[in-house]
Structure formats: C-alpha cells, structure tokens
T-cell receptor, first 110, second 113 residues
C-alpha cells in the first residue's frame, strides 16, 4: 500500500497557528480527506473533512491543492489542550482501502 | 446512552486462544470498522462492514474474522491469537465507507502472552 506520510512531530506555543501537512500521492479520485485528533488512551476524534480547495469549521481549516496529493490541517491559535496526535485519513487509489497517515505529534508549550 | 462502546476494555490472553472483541453502536450507522494501533504507530484498517452480512477486508486482515448479523454489533474474532496481535483495537462507525467522518470507540487493549 502507498504510504500516507506526515511529519513525526511539531512544537508550537500557545496562540500560534499550526499547519500540519499530509502527503497522499495515491489518493482515490472519489474520496474525501479527513483529519482526526487523538489523545493518549482515547479513540481518534473527527476534526474536519474536505474534497478540494478549502474547508473551515469552528476548530480548524483544511487546505487541499488542485492535484489533491497533499492536504494541510490548520489550527488557529492553538492552546495547551491541542497537544495531541493528528492523523489524516484517505482512500488508496489502487486498493480502494482506507489508509491513515503516519500521524503528527503536536506539542503546545505555554 | 447513545454512542459506540467496546468490550472488554482490557484483555490478556495466551497464544493460540480464541478471543472476541465486541463493538456496539447506537446510531444505526450503516458502516462499521475495526482498526488496530500498535505502540508508537498509527491506525491500520483490519475489516469493515457496509451493512449487516456485508464485510470486506482492510489492510491487515490475516488472522482476524468478523461478522455482522445486526446493524449495531460488529464483533472481531482472533481465531488463534499470536503475540504479533498484541495491540489496541478501535472500533468505529459512520455513514460512509469512504474517508468520511467516523466515530470511534474507546478501544480495547489486548495483550497476547
């Protein structure tokens, strides 16, 4: 299966904007891109989903370029409670199976 | 209460034993999923189901069996547990089989000795 890759970790300070990118070169044509947040010892929690261009909700924005081979989750003004692991989820073009990204551990400092 | 529950939350078993992990959701979602998450790694899809009696393999299905006789339940069985199946198992449900919003359970931590 093609890998869906993310930076392993990122550090930020409270109040800053954080952008986390996911590379998914083999994304299925008809699939969305979904992002999740996971705290230790919990299941992942849905953040945002999109198909193309830009999507914004009350907690994040999702930027998707025209070729859809990557996506960027943007968290505005992070707080300590945003410290977590973030995953993207896409469908693989060749296998038509759902693939989670490798995950990005975000650490927010005061 | 509405939501998605998993049982047991913790399980220790021995190599070669059969183990069944339970998953129950109250939203009447058509789709249900099983993932495993190994220490320090991401989530990998084991099996998913589009409806009762309709299931399909994910990325890492070898050694696992699923069934779905009722929409709300999606048990995962390890027919003969191996140490490599030591992991945290997450069940999820949703309205689509695509990369759409999914709702995850709290997970089952399984240790195979």
């Amino acid at each position: 299966l093609a890998k869906t890759t993310q930076p392993i970790s990122m550090d930020s300070y409270e109040g800053q904007e954080v952008n986390i990118t996911c590379s998914h070169n083999n994304i299925a044509t008809n699939d969305y891109i979904t992002w999740y947040q996971q705290f230790p010892s919990q299941g992942p929690r849905f953040i945002i989903q999109g198909y193309k261009t830009k999507v914004t909700n009350e907690v994040a924005s999702l930027f998707i370029p025209a070729d859809r081979k990557s996506s960027t989750l943007s968290l505005p003004r992070v707080s300590l409670s945003d410290t977590a692991v973030y995953y993207c989820l896409v469908g693989d073009k060749n296998t038509d199976k759902l693939i989670f990204g490798t995950g990005t551990r975000l650490q927010v400092f005061p | 209460d509405a939501g998605i529950t998993q049982s047991p939350r913790y399980k220790i078993t021995e190599t070669g034993r059969q183990v069944t992990l339970m998953c129950h959701q109250t939203w009447s979602h058509s789709y249900m999923f099983w993932y495993r998450q190994d220490l320090g790694h991401g989530l990998r899809l084991i099996y998913y189901s589009a409806a009762a009696d309709i299931t399909d393999k994910g990325e890492v299905s070898d050694g696992y069996v699923v069934s779905r006789s009722k929409t709300e339940n999606f048990p995962l069985t390890l027919e003969s547990a191996t140490r490599s199946q030591t992991s945290v198992y997450f069940c999820a449900s949703g309205t689509s089989g695509r990369a759409f919003e999914q709702f995850f359970g709290p997970g089952t931590r399984l240790t195979v000795l």
